[in-house]
């Protein structure tokens, strides 16, 4: 199953307010990114966050772990239910962007 345009396209507006938001096809589902940093990926319609520290304290017992691909890092999967609640979800891509390292050029 791959992931639909339409909830690729809800993920974006709902976090808009973070930053520079933007999804990108790779390999046929999703990288989400905000202000040039891959924050999560969007496999199967499911949508998984990378872990900081500062976004698991923030999420709490909110999500569960999982993997987006095999060989995938694991990650924050966000039910939709989360990322309806639009402040909630901005928080939580804003801390994780902050968060993150940028990556390096090779």
Do not use: H
Not at 12 to 29: C, H, N, T, W
Not at 45 to 60: C, H, P, Q, R, S
Not at 80 to 85: A, F, G, M, R
């Amino acid at each position: 199953m791959s992931t639909e345009q339409s909830f690729v396209d809800y993920i974006v507006e709902q976090a808009s307010l973070a930053g520079d938001i933007y999804a990108r096809k790779m390999f046929g589902e999703y990288a989400l990114y905000c202000d040039n940093k891959v924050v999560g990926l969007i496999t199967d319609n499911t949508l998984y966050i990378k872990i900081t520290d500062e976004g698991k304290a923030f999420v709490g017992d909110n999500y569960q772990e999982g993997n987006a691909y095999n060989g995938a890092k694991t990650s924050m999967v966000i039910i939709e239910d989360l990322v309806s609640d639009r402040v909630w979800f901005t928080e939580l891509i804003r801390i994780t962007t902050v968060n993150l390292p940028f990556s390096k050029k090779k």
